[in-house]
């Protein structure tokens, strides 16, 4: 809808959230004609850096019409050209029909007439990049505003509602190490878009019906016999880990016709532990079993077959997914009349669209590649809109270490042996260090070494040791915001541009969903600032310098906190 006029100014796009960045902003006389356009200057309320360059592309970009995909600004990886870096000119040209030149320098005069202050100057790169160089006004006033209002200062309200499904293991044993990495991922991404004031939901789609549950339940009852003197036999595909004997021995009384719901019960209270033990804690389990009970299933295939899209041929229903991008048609239900696993993915992406969530996101492994165009398809078959679905694939994992790992349940590395090795806090930081896309090697050593080569020990040294700084200068929470000002040379105020280049990073983790930027943000703030401590005097450096430098300390000790707990990792005060 549009904001009534004379108050608001712009109605909220549509794409990614960067709408919430237009609540709050107020209409001023001033206007400007561009190229035969009206563009109408805004009064901008103030929150961090990033935010208020965004909230004025976007208004800018709604005064042309168009739409364009945030982040809008990035950081060059030069400092000549400037704090941030937009090329929305070059992206609006072909759209406009415009020279990309022409644009930017509108953009300018736009920035210029919105921003006032908070820029030194706003450079144009031929053929259309726009650069701005924050002012000293700018950082100091930032900088002081994260001191006082500490997480609030990077946070957004951007209100969609989420379901985020991940892991999504069998429910047949313990869960391994590319399942840790897929819970870990998934949570970070949770953590994000909850802290962009997203109502998020986890949910773990339980497969608790069909062939491996039944493979599953035969085990255990070949384990019982086992246990009481009986020959033991494992039925082909069935499941050999030790890990049954422990849930034989617990439903050895168990009567037959409750056997089934108590093994699975014992496999997910298993599961719910180990990912409780990394700080993974799932909204909702999700049974498939339960779908196909309440007849979800059939009735999404007599809604596919009302509109056309069910055939028979060799005794099976097969579904018309390649008339919606799908590489082949799909079997929905087999000639045994057994439904096949899509035929429940079908319906249960049904039901998560009505229940009228704005996004739905899955995070699948690599051997799942392949689902993405048939799950798209039959959405699209069901007449929905397939953008609402987002599939991360979350690559393999492999174990890098000199000392052999006990691998007390089996062949296989399990999460937890993983866990028992390095702790927690390791195992969520180093699950992140690649891209969701990328393997990952996980480098056992490494993680478990108390030195500075560990990134995740220099990451939290970094905060222990502005704590330790702070207790020496006898300082809690009393930072005089007035000794900021002092803040004046190179390094100081280099500092203070990184520490506000958080809000991007939070940004682009948001935009993309890869946890890997933040690990990579915390290691280079971290980096920054043990440099400066070894260059800097902090205490007896004078009065003014000195409190001036406890405040760009607390700054960072803000964004590294921050940053770890997104992470679900602890910040430590001492080491």
């Known amino acids: 809808m549009l904001y009534p006029k004379g108050r608001h100014l712009l109605r909220p796009s549509d794409y990614g959230g960067q709408a919430s960045y237009l609540r709050g902003l107020f209409v001023s006389n001033a206007r400007q004609i561009k190229g035969g356009r009206r563009i109408e200057i805004v009064k901008l309320s103030m929150k961090d850096l990033y935010q208020?360059?965004?909230?004025?592309?976007?208004?800018?970009?709604?005064?042309?019409s168009i739409n364009i995909a945030p982040p809008l600004w990035e950081i060059p990886k030069d400092k000549k050209y400037g704090d941030f870096s937009t090329m929305i000119a070059l992206k609006a040209a072909p759209v406009l029909k415009r020279d990309p030149y022409d644009i930017a320098c509108e953009i300018k005069s736009v920035l210029q007439e919105k921003l006032g202050s908070y820029t030194d100057r706003i450079d144009i790169v031929k053929p259309g990049f726009v650069n701005i160089f924050v002012s000293k006004k700018g950082l100091i006033e930032s900088l002081n505003r994260i001191i006082k209002e500490k997480d609030?200062?990077?946070?957004?309200?951007?209100?969609?509602?989420v379901l985020l499904e991940f892991?999504?293991?069998?429910?047949?044993?313990?869960l391994s190490i590319a399942h840790g990495r897929q819970a870990v991922v998934g949570d970070v991404i949770a953590r994000i878009l909850k802290f962009f004031g997203n109502d998020v939901i986890c949910e773990y789609y339980l497969n608790d019906e069909g062939t491996q549950i039944n493979l599953l339940i035969e085990s255990v009852r070949q384990r019982i016999k086992e246990l009481k003197g009986e020959d033991l036999r494992i039925p082909d595909g069935g499941y050999q880990g030790e890990y049954l004997k422990s849930v034989a021995r617990e439903a050895f009384d168990i009567?037959?016709?409750?056997?089934?719901?108590?093994?699975?019960?014992?496999?997910?209270?298993?599961?719910?532990?180990?990912?409780s033990s990394i700080g993974v804690v799932f909204d909702n389990f999700f049974s498939q079993k339960k779908l196909i009970n309440e007849g979800k299933v059939n009735k999404v295939i007599e809604t596919l077959s009302a509109r056309g899209l069910i055939y028979e041929k060799d005794s099976a229903l097969w579904f018309s997914s390649s008339r919606f991008g799908d590489d082949k048609d799909r079997v929905l239900k087999k000639k045994n009349s057994e439904l096949t696993y899509f035929a429940s993915d079908i319906a249960y992406h049904e039901d998560k669209i009505e229940r009228g969530f704005d996004e739905i996101i899955n995070l699948w492994g690599p051997d799942h590649h392949g689902y993405i165009g048939r799950v798209k398809a039959s959405i699209k078959a069901l007449g929905y809109n397939d953008n609402i679905l987002k599939v991360l694939i979350i690559q393999l994992v492999t174990i890098k270490t000199k000392e052999r790992m006990s691998r007390r349940r089996g062949t296989a590395i399990l999460l937890s042996d993983l866990i028992d090795e390095v702790g927690k806090d390791a195992v969520r930081f180093y699950y992140i260090l690649r891209r969701n896309s990328s393997p990952l090697e996980f480098d056992i050593d490494l993680a478990k070494s108390a030195s500075l080569d560990n990134p995740l020990y220099y990451v939290q040294y970094a905060h222990a040791r502005i704590k330790s700084i702070f207790a020496k200068a006898g300082v809690v929470d009393d930072f005089n915001l007035d000794y900021s000002q002092y803040l004046e040379d190179e390094e100081e105020v280099s500092l203070v541009r990184d520490i506000l280049q958080f809000s991007y990073c939070l940004n682009k983790i948001y935009y993309?969903?890869?946890?890997?930027?933040?690990?990579?943000y915390l290691k280079s703030i971290a980096a920054e600032f043990h440099r400066f401590y070894e260059r800097k005097r902090i205490l007896g450096s004078g009065d003014d310098k000195m409190h001036a430098r406890l405040n760009l300390l607390e700054a960072v000790r803000v964004v590294l906190r921050l940053g770890l707990s997104i992470l679900g990792i602890s910040a430590w005060d001492k080491m």
Do not use: C
């Not at 609030?152 to 509602?161: A, G, H, I, L, V």
């Not at 892991?167 to 313990?174: D, F, I, L, Y």
């Not at 037959?256 to 180990?274: A, G, P, T, Y």
């Open 152 to 161: 609030d200062f990077f946070k957004d309200n951007r209100r969609k509602k």
């Open 255 to 275: 009567e037959e016709d409750k056997l089934r719901d108590f093994v699975v019960s014992s496999m997910v209270s298993l599961i719910k532990n180990e990912l």
């Open 52 to 64: 208020l360059f965004s909230q004025s592309l976007d208004g800018l970009l709604h005064t042309y």
């Open 167 to 174: 892991v999504s293991a069998n429910p047949t044993g313990p």
């Open 512 to 520: 993309n969903l890869e946890p890997v930027f933040l690990a990579e």
